[in-house]
């Protein structure tokens, strides 16, 4: 372990104590300290990249008990004499693991970090609990490439369904350990509060993506005082519901679908432009309904860098649809993924096909399924099916929200984080929420409801479509940098179309 600590029972103790949240913005307690180390050449970091461990326990409420180490890496500042501090980030999922968002995030000039970014923090990627190199959860992943239908049409089927995720719930519990229900964001929250004394700089900065923006704000709600700046690009609301949460998504995928079809259709740099592209995406969805598409160019060992499924069936090209339409820029991708299925060949629309016993995929059930109340009886589950799929007539009430519903009714981890409204008071710094008026993966009106949750928040609009805004290097982008290195927010109610 490459930490030092000064009395880990008392920090951990004191920690755990409601008074610790109240600590003043920018308050150095003394505790245990990283000490960064050169990266093993095996996770084929950036050359400058620097590697830590982190000791927590399994469980909050027993600090002394089992403890799980939390794996993280660090981008140095560029300008050390200008350096602010660090900037802590989470790419969301979830499940996704921080260092290896990092070791994209720092040196992408495409879709990655400023350089104005780099110039002021160090940036630091940890693995959540339960992700990356951080206690990851394991599964057969056999189990996994069992091909179960999570839009299940008769009772016997939902059944089958729910019978299939607990039997492979129960294999993940046991292969993983006693930290498997303990993947909740409570519990990262905690983590994340660790990782801010371990580094004792004061307050926290933070740039959580996607579901990372439920990591930020549930941190905020519990250590209002320990920010420095915070922004959450990506808006995940935690009070919405079972039935509230899949309608706005799917509507939204439904929306930015269309957009792709009106893009691939007239685009330059879609090779289907002047197509009738509404009615290919149709006829392949159709045909992949009726038997699974073939992907001839799918290997299912390790031999190749991403194994894919030998066939694809409509459920999962309208999943693997959705993938390709969070961001404009693998528009293209899928305009060749259609053209390729509709020829017969849906090797570009291919699931995952799982060779190791870790995945984000494995990770994303075991936090999903203890942060939401996502529980159905069928009479419940086919009324709310009925109603994803009036919504959405292409897509069919598909989306990543049901697929992790279908799930969770079967896994065996309890429920510790069911959603409610936040209620983030008191703040040390005015945190910034962000997001994309048409943003399928998180929609617009969880960005509308977060910042009501949250006093003295600010919610800048990009006007366009995809998951995220800060990746495309636009107004939006100089926005979060300015207000990350300067505390400076964009005025209310600004909206950019970069």
Not at 342 to 354: D, E, R, V
């Amino acid at each position: 372990m490459m930490l030092t600590f000064l009395s880990s029972s008392l920090y951990l103790a004191l920690l755990c104590t409601p008074n610790f949240a109240s600590a003043s913005p920018h308050n150095k307690v003394q505790g245990p300290t990283i000490k960064w180390h050169s990266c093993n050449e095996d996770y084929s970091f950036p050359s400058d990249f620097q590697c830590t461990e982190l000791e927590v326990p399994v469980d909050w409420k027993y600090p002394k008990g089992p403890k799980i180490r939390l794996f993280m890496n660090k981008a140095p500042a560029i300008n050390l004499e200008e350096r602010i501090g660090s900037l802590v980030l989470n790419p969301g999922g979830p499940g996704g693991a921080g260092s290896t968002f990092l070791a994209n995030f720092a040196y992408n000039n495409v879709s990655g970090s400023s350089v104005y970014l780099r110039e002021y923090f160090d940036l630091i990627g940890p693995d959540p609990r339960g992700t990356g190199l951080s206690a990851p959860i394991k599964c057969d992943p056999g189990l996994w490439n069992q091909r179960v239908s999570k839009q299940p049409r008769t009772e016997a089927a939902f059944d089958s369904m729910v019978a299939h995720w607990r039997e492979l719930g129960l294999d993940c519990m046991k292969r993983t350990g006693a930290s498997f229900n303990y993947s909740d964001t409570i519990s990262a929250a905690h983590d994340l509060e660790a990782i801010r004394l371990a580094l004792g700089e004061g307050g926290l900065n933070y740039l959580g993506f996607s579901y990372g923006t439920q990591l930020g704000s549930q941190y905020a709600e519990i250590f209002p005082s320990n920010i420095r700046s915070m922004v959450l690009d990506g808006a995940t609301d935690h009070s919405f519901k079972k039935t509230s949460f899949p309608a706005v998504e799917v509507k939204d995928y439904e929306i930015v679908l269309d957009h792709f079809v009106e893009w691939a259709s007239t685009n330059e740099n879609s090779v289907l432009k002047g197509l009738n592209v509404s009615a290919m995406v149709d006829d392949v969805f159709a045909k992949a309904e009726e038997a699974p598409i073939p992907a001839p160019g799918c290997k299912q060992d390790s031999s190749s860098s991403s194994p894919c499924r030998p066939n694809v069936s409509g459920e999962e090209m309208k999943t693997i649809t959705q993938e390709y339409i969070l961001q404009q820029s693998t528009w293209g991708l899928l305009a060749e993924g259609v053209k390729e299925a509709h020829q017969g060949n849906a090797t570009l629309l291919s699931k995952p096909w799982y060779t190791a016993s870790s995945s984000t995929d494995f990770s994303q059930s075991a936090i999903s399924c203890q942060d939401w109340m996502w529980n159905s009886s069928w009479a419940e589950w086919t009324n709310r099916q009925d109603l994803l799929r009036s919504v959405s007539p292409r897509l069919q009430g598909v989306s990543e929200v049901t697929a992790a519903q279908a799930v969770c009714l079967g896994w065996p981890s309890p429920v510790v984080n069911p959603e409610k409204p936040l209620n983030v008071t008191g703040v040390s710094t005015n945190i910034l929420v962000v997001n994309a008026l048409f943003d399928p993966e998180t929609p617009y009106e969880m960005a509308v409801n977060l910042q009501t949750e949250i006093e003295g928040s600010v919610l800048l609009t990009r006007r366009g479509d995809g998951h995220t805004s800060y990746g495309l290097h636009g107004d939006t982008q100089r926005a979060i940098d300015n207000y990350l290195v300067n505390l400076t927010l964009p005025g209310v109610g600004t909206i950019y179309d970069t």
